[in-house]
C-alpha cells in the first residue's frame, strides 16, 4: 500500500491536467475559427468593388489633403515676403533717394510672384476655388504690397487687369546638376494665376492701413505735402467701397469698419495741419498724430 501512493498521486496529476488542456484547446479553436474568418474577409474584400472604389476615394482624398498643406506653406511664404517689402516700402519717406529703395522692394516683389508661380502649378487643372482658402492670405498680403508700390510710384491705385498681367509665368529652362542648361522645350501653354476680385478688394482694404502709418511718417519727416493727398486718396477708396455695401464678400463688410477709421485718423491729421500747423513746430507734428492715433475710437466696434 505504501508503494502504490506514487502511482495514484500521477495518476490524480493526469486526471486533473486534462481538463486544463482541454480548456486550452477550446478556447484556441475560437481564435483559429476568428483568424480563417479574417483571411476569408480579407479576401473576399480584396475583390470587392465597393472595397476597392472606397480605395480610389482614400487616395483623392490624401492627394488632395498633400497639396492643401502645399499650398499653405507657400502662402505663408508669400505672405512674409510681402510684408518684408511694405516694410521696406515704408522707408521712403525718412531718405533722400527713393529710388534705390523702390528698386529693392521690386526685386523682393519679382521673387514673390515666383512663389506665386508654385501656387499656379500646384492648380493647374485643379479647380481655383477647392483650394482658394489655402492661400488667399498669401495673395491678399501680395495685392497690398504691389498696390502700395504703386501709389508711391504713380499716386494712384493699380487696378486687377495690371495685377494679373504681371502673373503670366514662361516655361523656363531645366538646369541639371553640373549646371549645364539642357535643349529647351517646345513652349508650351504660358502658366497663368488670376487673382479673384474678393481678393483684390481685400488686399486694397488692407492698403489704407499702410496708407495711414505713411501719413504719419510724412508728418514726422516735414512733408505737409502728403497727408492731403493721401487723404484725398482714401477718400476715393471709401467712396468705392460704400458702393459695393453689402453686395461684396461678407469679409469685405469686416475691413470696412477698419477702413473709416484710417481714414478718419487722416483727416484729423490734416484737420490739425491746417488749423495748429503753425503752432506745432515740424519736429513734434509726428508725437502730436501718433498721440492722436493712440486714443480709443468711441464708435469701434460699430459697423
Request: with cysteine.
Given at each position: ?32 475559427n ?21 480605395k ?13 498643406e ?8 508669400v ?13 521712403v ?25 508654385q ?14 482658402r ?20 504713380h499716386?494712384?491705385?493699380i ?8 502673373l503670366?509665368?514662361?516655361?523656363a ?11 529647351p ?40 505735402d ?8 482714401l ?45 506745432i ?23
Open positions: 500500500m505504501l508503494h502504490a501512493r506514487p502511482a495514484n498521486r500521477q495518476l490524480w496529476k493526469r486526471s486533473s491536467a486534462a481538463p486544463h488542456r482541454a480548456r486550452r484547446e477550446s478556447e484556441a479553436c475560437p481564435r483559429r476568428a483568424d480563417a474568418a479574417l483571411d476569408r474577409d480579407a479576401g473576399a474584400a480584396s475583390s470587392s468593388p465597393v472595397v476597392a472604389a472606397f480610389v476615394f482614400q487616395q483623392e482624398l490624401d492627394t488632395k489633403h498633400d497639396k492643401h502645399r499650398l499653405v506653406k507657400i502662402s505663408r511664404d505672405t512674409i515676403e510681402s510684408k518684408r517689402t511694405i516694410f521696406l516700402l515704408h522707408r519717406t525718412s531718405v533722400p533717394n527713393a529710388e534705390d529703395i523702390l528698386k529693392e522692394a521690386e526685386v523682393k516683389l519679382d521673387a514673390v510672384r515666383q512663389k506665386i508661380g501656387i499656379a502649378e500646384e492648380l493647374r487643372g485643379e479647380d481655383l476655388f477647392q483650394f482658394h489655402a492661400f488667399t492670405p498669401g495673395i491678399q498680403e501680395y495685392v497690398e504690397a504691389v498696390s502700395f508700390l504703386h501709389y508711391i510710384r499716386r494712384g491705385l487696378s486687377l487687369e495690371e495685377i494679373n498681367a504681371r503670366v509665368f514662361s516655361t529652362e531645366k538646369v541639371d546638376p553640373e549646371g549645364t542648361a539642357e535643349e522645350q517646345t513652349a508650351g501653354p504660358a502658366l497663368t494665376f488670376q487673382v479673384t476680385p474678393s481678393d483684390y478688394l481685400l488686399g486694397v482694404a488692407d492698403l489704407t492701413g499702410e496708407l495711414m502709418r505713411m501719413c504719419i511718417s510724412s508728418v514726422g519727416n516735414g512733408d505737409i502728403t497727408p492731403f493727398q493721401l487723404s484725398q486718396f477718400r476715393q477708396i471709401h467712396d468705392g467701397f460704400s458702393y459695393i455695401g453689402n453686395t461684396g464678400p461678407y469679409e469685405v463688410s469686416k475691413k470696412l469698419h477698419t477702413l473709416r477709421q484710417s481714414l478718419g485718423k487722416v483727416e484729423d491729421a490734416c484737420y490739425a495741419l491746417r488749423v495748429r500747423g503753425s503752432e513746430p515740424k519736429h513734434m507734428l509726428a508725437d502730436v498724430f501718433s498721440s492722436r492715433t493712440a486714443l480709443p475710437d468711441p464708435e469701434e466696434g460699430v459697423v
